[in-house]
């Protein structure tokens, strides 16, 4: 449904320019001509440079042959919206453009170990079809960006393509961003699964007998990398699914401190860092020179002064290593599918660990070439689908009917 069709766009446009050009708004046959010679040459290098089929990196010829059958979507052509494929372009313009389905949630607020709380927000789905016994009804259990709630677009679609399916989505908001106040003064980290390992315990005892399985975007996805390279098998999950992870979190600072980065993403990036603890401030100041942490003009320079302290590192560098899922991936014992653009400065494409994944029979990595961070924006107007919205509804599904064929691998 979100493909284009090629055809018709480009007899409308012919159409639309022949109309103007009646008016005189070239004045002359010539201005139809440069205008219809620019569209061809455009759509030529469109075709053959930036509509591509991703790069499907998969050692399990099992887990390949499952994917290609159950998700065939990751081995067919992705075309990005053909006016916005760049990819910091589709970053910037994918929460502006896409819309926000409409979702009820049912907040519960849990108790940690450490006396602080975590904010759930339930999607129950208690009109499901396909699954009224809601004992059995299968779960998927989302964890959004760094600075990410259950409010972000890129969530509400996935629970709105879970919804049809007839699952139940709950949303694991990271402490104190979701309105909840801050019972210690500890926030969250990419590096410390603590929270999360409470939360799919959590989720896993309400429902033992629900099929499970977990979606993490961004940090999200390095955060339920770093939790899957620690337990092995060891999971109640029966899969996840990872959508524009950071894989090296060095090569991820260092691209996003680049000029251009820096001013687009960057310093905006570090002040959302900073508005999230400031609510938290007086919680806070027991631990922290806030003063200094508020003057944090980089995501460097904020976890130098308040992540990497907060969670007991040495140094930055310690925190950053700890944080790098890709140096747990070797040790991931579930099937996990990882989507990645090759042109995400979140996440540079150099530093995907690709050869680390040929290593591992449970890991598939589909790479694009165009996309951005959590953008894959397709179709001419992008509102509604996203490539990445399609890849987790057709995974999700495959993993929830037909996953035995993967388990036995």
């Known amino acids: 449904a979100c493909a284009m069709d090629w055809q018709v766009l480009t007899r409308e446009l012919s159409l639309y320019l022949e109309s103007q050009v009646r008016v005189g708004l070239f004045g002359s046959g010539v201005g139809l001509s440069l205008v219809l010679g620019f569209g061809v040459a455009y759509a030529c290098y469109y075709l053959s ?36 494929w760049e990819g910091r372009v589709q970053t910037l ?52 960006g760094l600075t990410g709630t259950s409010k972000e677009s ?39 699964t603590e929270d999360l390992e409470a939360v799919i315990h959590h989720v896993h005892g309400l429902h033992p007998s629900a099929p499970f ?23 109640p999950l029966m899969a996840a699914a990872i ?28 002040t959302c860092l900073q508005s999230s603890i400031s609510r938290h401030r007086q919680m806070l100041e027991k631990l922290f020179d806030m003063d200094l942490v508020m003057k944090a003009r980089t995501v460097r320079e904020f976890d130098k002064q308040f992540t990497s302290v907060m969670f007991g590192y040495r140094t930055i560098d310690d925190y950053y ?19 990645n653009s090759v042109d995400d400065v979140f ?3 150099h530093a995907i660990p690709v050869e680390t994944a040929k290593q591992n029979a449970n890991v598939a990595l589909v790479l694009t070439s165009c996309g951005g961070h959590i953008g894959f924006l397709e179709g001419i107007w992008p509102r509604k689908c996203t490539y990445m919205d399609r890849v987790f509804k057709q995974f999700v599904q495959a993993v929830f009917e037909h996953g035995n064929k993967i388990f036995s691998m």
């Open 49 to 84: 440079s930036i509509a591509k089929k991703p790069q499907l990196v998969a050692s399990n010829d099992r887990f390949c042959r499952f994917l290609e059958e159950y998700c065939p979507v990751v081995t067919e052509t992705y075309y990005p919206t053909i006016w916005c």
């Open 93 to 144: 313009l994918r929460p502006f453009i896409t819309s926000r389905p409409q979702v009820q949630y049912r907040n519960e607020l849990i108790k940690t170990a450490d006396g602080g709380q975590i904010s759930l927000d339930w999607f129950d789905n208690n009109g499901s079809l396909y699954y009224p016994d809601a004992s059995a009804r299968p779960t998927v259990l989302l964890l959004p």
């Open 154 to 192: 890129y969530i509400l679609h996935m629970i709105h393509q879970s919804e049809t399916l007839g699952y139940r989505c709950v949303v694991f908001n990271n402490r104190g961003i979701a309105g909840e106040d801050l019972l210690t003064p500890r926030t969250y980290c990419a590096a410390n």
């Open 213 to 235: 399985m977990a979606a993490g975007v961004s940090m999200g996805g390095m955060l339920l990398l770093n939790y899957l390279g620690k337990t092995g098998r060891d999971t």
């Open 243 to 270: 959508f524009s992870a950071g894989w090296n979190v060095f090569e991820s600072v260092e691209s996003l401190e680049k000029p251009l980065n820096w001013l687009l993403f960057n310093y905006y990036l570090t």
């Open 321 to 339: 290593e700890d944080a790098s899922p890709c140096r747990k991936l070797k040790s991931v014992g579930i099937p996990v599918l990882c989507l």
């Open 347 to 349: 996440s540079p494409g």
